[in-house]
């Protein structure tokens, strides 16, 4: 402090005064997110707890009240068909761009469009896709309003986002892993398969717990192709398919004050759903960067990745895009 | 090194191929399993990679041929015009013009649609981008990881609650705060000039245009946000610490060293939470009050091109001719495309940064 009032010019005095403020306005900025986040969540838990009654898990939906037990149900079912259909292509789609759109012929030259093609799909508003699904699918195919449509556009919004966590944990395995794979004789698909896979595992189940907290609570999309009932169907199409967002959309304004409650309770489950996918993705991603491979891996990239062909690959994959990366520090 | 798997998988079929018995088969077969698992994983990846390109031209391809009729009819109207009704409902009798059936007196203009659309995406930008730069800024500059680590999952929270829960917060909770606390501070104390008129009385209910942008800020912020934060750690630390050693003080070198190092990033962020705020329904529908006009102060009711498709596609269906249902086929075809190109500039500029930092952070 002494030294610098020697040079105690007013511009100084103005410059440190700046750099207050500069601070003072970041902390204002994050607490003006953090409130509202905090609001949301105490404000969902609060309004749903003051009249909480756990039957309400396990009663079915009636016309002047009951429970929710259907729709928890379907919402499952439909996160559940998600995880089938989207995870396996989702995955398969990352695996090709990370791993063989570099070697085929055809693939390699193809691997610009695909890739674009997906990010555009994942930009696509999920209302027009629903639009999409109710005209093609509901309509068109003559479907009706049902689990099948649903599961499909809902599909259609999430691959491109797993592909894309596939691929850029794919890229973040270490050549190393590859070439000893290699060196010591196994097949490519067996090596791909035994430690490619394997070690970037942790990124792709994030990937995928993170595209199911996407899945349940979409709303728009579902209206015209799940359609909505009180009670689970027993087919794939041809009936309506229950689910919760459905029920907040629709109950908040209902003259009825059980359908208030069913309002907040449905906002309740669906919040603790999110909230349990988002920290179990982050206990996956905290337990692997403790004792696995991909924390040594980043020293084994320094160690074999000095002027490797590869190591370019692996050093220019954007760190933040994959949630563990962005989350934690290089060192611990 | 993905290279062919002929050479690797064909070394246990040396000594065997020498010797006199043959194998037996359940062991040839696992041979044979083994040496084409890789062109089994080629196959199946290579199909599932086309999909994505094949529901986005199924999806288009859909659009444009359901929008087709009202294309030929709507016209260069349609982006401009400020009449949306589809004629006398469905007791009105169908006409033919051109080729394509339509009740008669049916005229869709979307410009209050458009202008909605518009203008929501715009306050929701305008608030997001300077709370998402500064909440990236505090979280990465001189904040301990014990803090930092649980802030950074707040904003992850936030990303991940659904849209029909905020919308239910906004319509119930802040909505009517801000019409009761914030509003009328704003409406009572703006003077009756041109600009500023559109800020004045009356301040509604909480119902409407400004709470919609506020609320579609706060689900863009953790999109720009998360995306800066990481521009941010990709700045190497040695230029920013060597303007500190200069004596610099720490709002000159985020503004002299960081900022203009992911510039093009930020705006490539922020194009993208654009995207996103164009094309969010579900909380639009329940806060802006989906209500076709353009409004005449800033808290009035409003809809955008979005939650148009969603609360009238259901009536539409009572049009016997089908042209209010090919009606919004073209709104949700605009939207799209409008979406793709923001989508797609956006993907270029971070992409472009993304190479251009990421080996130089790497280091």
């Not at chain 2, 969010?280 to 009711?301: D, F, N, R, W």
């Given at each position: 402090m002494s030294s610098t009032s020697l040079s105690a010019a007013p511009a100084t005095r103005r410059r440190r005064m700046a750099t207050q403020l500069w601070r003072g306005l970041t902390y204002l900025a994050l607490f003006l997110i953090m409130a509202p986040a905090a609001w949301i969540l105490l404000g969902v838990v609060s309004r749903a707890w003051a009249h909480?009654?756990?039957?309400?898990?396990?009663?079915?939906?009636?016309?002047?009240?009951?429970?929710?037990?259907?729709?928890?149900?379907?919402?499952?079912?439909?996160?559940?068909?998600?995880?089938?259909?989207?995870?396996?292509?989702?995955?398969?789609?990352?695996?090709?761009?990370?791993?063989?759109?570099?070697?085929?012929?055809?693939?390699?030259?193809?691997?610009?469009?695909?890739?674009?093609?997906?990010?555009?799909?994942?930009?696509?508003?999920?209302?027009?896709?629903?639009?999409?699904?109710?005209?093609?699918?509901?309509?068109?195919?003559?479907?009706?309003?049902s689990l099948l449509p649903a599961v499909i556009i809902l599909s259609i919004m999430v691959i491109p986002y797993i592909a894309k966590t596939t691929e850029n944990s794919l890229r973040q395995v270490p050549t190393g892993y590859r070439e000893g794979a290699e060196a010591l004789g196994m097949s490519a698909g067996y090596g791909l398969r035994k430690v490619v896979l394997k070690s970037a595992l942790p990124g792709i189940v994030t990937g995928l717990l993170l595209a199911l907290a996407i899945a349940c609570g979409e709303t728009a999309p579902l209206l015209y192709t799940a359609?909505?009932?009180?009670?689970?169907?027993?087919?794939?199409?041809?009936?309506?398919?229950?689910?919760?967002?459905?029920?907040?959309?629709?109950?908040?304004?209902?003259?009825?004050?059980?359908?208030?409650?069913?309002?907040?309770?449905?906002?309740?489950?669906?919040?603790?759903?999110?909230?349990?996918?988002?920290?179990?993705?982050?206990?996956?991603?905290?337990?692997?960067?403790?004792?696995?491979?991909?924390?040594?891996?980043?020293?084994?990239?320094?160690?074999?990745?000095?002027?490797?062909?590869?190591?370019?690959?692996?050093?220019?994959?954007?760190?933040?895009?994959?949630?563990?990366?962005?989350?934690?520090?290089?060192?611990? | 090194?993905?290279?062919?798997?002929?050479?690797?998988?064909?070394?246990?079929?040396?000594?065997?191929?020498?010797?006199?018995?043959?194998?037996?088969?359940?062991?040839?077969?696992?041979?044979?399993?083994?040496?084409?698992?890789?062109?089994?994983?080629?196959?199946?990846?290579?199909?599932?990679?086309?999909?994505?390109?094949?529901?986005?031209?199924?999806?288009?391809?859909?659009?444009?041929?359901?929008?087709?009729?009202?294309?030929?009819?709507?016209?260069?109207?349609?982006?401009?015009?400020?009449?949306?009704?589809?004629?006398?409902?469905?007791?009105?009798?169908?006409?033919?013009?051109?080729?394509?059936?339509?009740?008669?007196?049916?005229?869709?203009?979307?410009?209050?649609?458009?202008?909605?659309?518009?203008?929501?995406?715009?306050?929701?930008?305008?608030?997001?981008?300077?709370?998402?730069?500064?909440?990236?800024?505090?979280?990465?500059?001189?904040?301990?990881?014990?803090?930092?680590?649980?802030?950074?999952?707040?904003?992850?929270?936030?990303?991940?609650?659904?849209?029909?829960?905020?919308?239910?917060?906004?319509?119930?909770?802040?909505?009517?705060?801000?019409?009761?606390?914030?509003?009328?501070?704003?409406?009572?104390?703006?003077?009756?000039?041109?600009?500023?008129?559109?800020?004045g009385n009356p301040h509604g209910s909480g119902e409407g245009l400004l709470t919609a942008g506020i609320v579609l800020a706060l689900m863009i912020v953790p999109i720009i946000a998360s995306t800066t934060r990481d521009l941010f750690s990709q700045v190497p630390p040695l230029p920013k610490e060597g303007a500190s050693a200069l004596g610099m003080t720490d709002w000159e070198v985020a503004n002299r060293v960081t900022l203009p190092w992911v510039r093009s990033g930020i705006i490539g962020a922020t194009v993208l939470g654009l995207g996103r705020a164009l094309g969010e329904t579900i909380a639009v529908v329940m806060i802006g009050g989906a209500i076709l006009q353009i409004p005449h102060t800033i808290y009035q009711p409003m809809t955008t091109v979005a939650a148009t498709i969603l609360t009238q596609l259901d009536g539409a269906q009572a049009d016997g001719t089908g042209f209010y249902v090919a009606t919004l086929a073209e709104l949700a075809l605009v939207l799209a495309v409008i979406s793709v190109g923001v989508n797609l500039v956006a993907r270029l500029i971070v992409n472009r940064t993304g190479r251009v930092t990421a080996p130089v952070g790497g280091a």
């Amino acid at each position: 402090m002494s030294s610098t009032s020697l040079s105690a010019a007013p511009a100084t005095r103005r410059r440190r005064m700046a750099t207050q403020l500069w601070r003072g306005l970041t902390y204002l900025a994050l607490f003006l997110i953090m409130a509202p986040a905090a609001w949301i969540l105490l404000g969902v838990v609060s309004r749903a707890w003051a009249h909480w009654r756990w039957s309400v898990l396990w009663t079915p939906l009636t016309p002047t009240g009951g429970g929710l037990r259907d729709q928890i149900l379907g919402t499952l079912i439909l996160m559940f068909a998600v995880l089938v259909v989207a995870g396996t292509i989702g995955v398969m789609a990352g695996i090709h761009l990370s791993e063989f759109a570099r070697t085929g012929k055809l693939s390699g030259r193809l691997s610009g469009p695909l890739r674009t093609s997906s990010d555009i799909l994942s930009g696509f508003p999920s209302i027009v896709l629903g639009y999409v699904g109710f005209t093609a699918l509901v309509v068109g195919l003559g479907w009706k309003l049902s689990l099948l449509p649903a599961v499909i556009i809902l599909s259609i919004m999430v691959i491109p986002y797993i592909a894309k966590t596939t691929e850029n944990s794919l890229r973040q395995v270490p050549t190393g892993y590859r070439e000893g794979a290699e060196a010591l004789g196994m097949s490519a698909g067996y090596g791909l398969r035994k430690v490619v896979l394997k070690s970037a595992l942790p990124g792709i189940v994030t990937g995928l717990l993170l595209a199911l907290a996407i899945a349940c609570g979409e709303t728009a999309p579902l209206l015209y192709t799940a359609g909505f009932s009180n009670t689970l169907p027993h087919s794939l199409t041809g009936s309506q398919f229950p689910y919760l967002t459905y029920i907040v959309f629709t109950f908040y304004n209902d003259p009825s004050v059980q359908k208030h409650y069913l309002a907040y309770d449905a906002a309740l489950i669906l919040v603790v759903i999110v909230l349990l996918l988002l920290v179990a993705s982050r206990i996956v991603v905290n337990r692997t960067q403790r004792h696995s491979e991909s924390a040594r891996g980043t020293a084994r990239r320094r160690l074999f990745g000095g002027g490797g062909n590869g190591s370019g690959q692996d050093a220019a994959a954007e760190p933040g895009l994959v949630p563990s990366a962005a989350a934690l520090p290089g060192k611990s | 090194m993905t290279t062919v798997g002929g050479v690797a998988g064909s070394i246990p079929a040396t000594p065997r191929s020498a010797g006199l018995s043959k194998p037996p088969w359940h062991r040839r077969a696992a041979d044979s399993i083994r040496r084409n698992e890789e062109s089994g994983w080629r196959t199946v990846a290579w199909v599932a990679v086309l999909l994505p390109l094949a529901a986005l031209v199924f999806a288009l391809t859909v659009l444009v041929l359901k929008a087709w009729p009202a294309v030929k009819i709507n016209g260069w109207y349609f982006l401009y015009g400020r009449t949306w009704t589809d004629g006398a409902g469905a007791y009105a009798a169908p006409v033919t013009t051109n080729g394509v059936q339509h009740l008669q007196g049916a005229k869709f203009g979307a410009w209050a649609i458009i202008w909605g659309t518009i203008a929501s995406s715009v306050i929701a930008i305008v608030i997001a981008v300077p709370l998402s730069l500064g909440t990236a800024f505090a979280l990465t500059e001189r904040m301990p990881t014990w803090i930092s680590r649980p802030l950074g999952f707040t904003v992850e929270i936030l990303a991940g609650i659904p849209s029909v829960v905020i919308g239910l917060w906004g319509i119930l909770t802040f909505g009517p705060w801000l019409a009761g606390n914030v509003y009328p501070i704003i409406a009572n104390n703006m003077p009756d000039v041109p600009i500023l008129r559109y800020f004045g009385n009356p301040h509604g209910s909480g119902e409407g245009l400004l709470t919609a942008g506020i609320v579609l800020a706060l689900m863009i912020v953790p999109i720009i946000a998360s995306t800066t934060r990481d521009l941010f750690s990709q700045v190497p630390p040695l230029p920013k610490e060597g303007a500190s050693a200069l004596g610099m003080t720490d709002w000159e070198v985020a503004n002299r060293v960081t900022l203009p190092w992911v510039r093009s990033g930020i705006i490539g962020a922020t194009v993208l939470g654009l995207g996103r705020a164009l094309g969010e329904t579900i909380a639009v529908v329940m806060i802006g009050g989906a209500i076709l006009q353009i409004p005449h102060t800033i808290y009035q009711p409003m809809t955008t091109v979005a939650a148009t498709i969603l609360t009238q596609l259901d009536g539409a269906q009572a049009d016997g001719t089908g042209f209010y249902v090919a009606t919004l086929a073209e709104l949700a075809l605009v939207l799209a495309v409008i979406s793709v190109g923001v989508n797609l500039v956006a993907r270029l500029i971070v992409n472009r940064t993304g190479r251009v930092t990421a080996p130089v952070g790497g280091a």
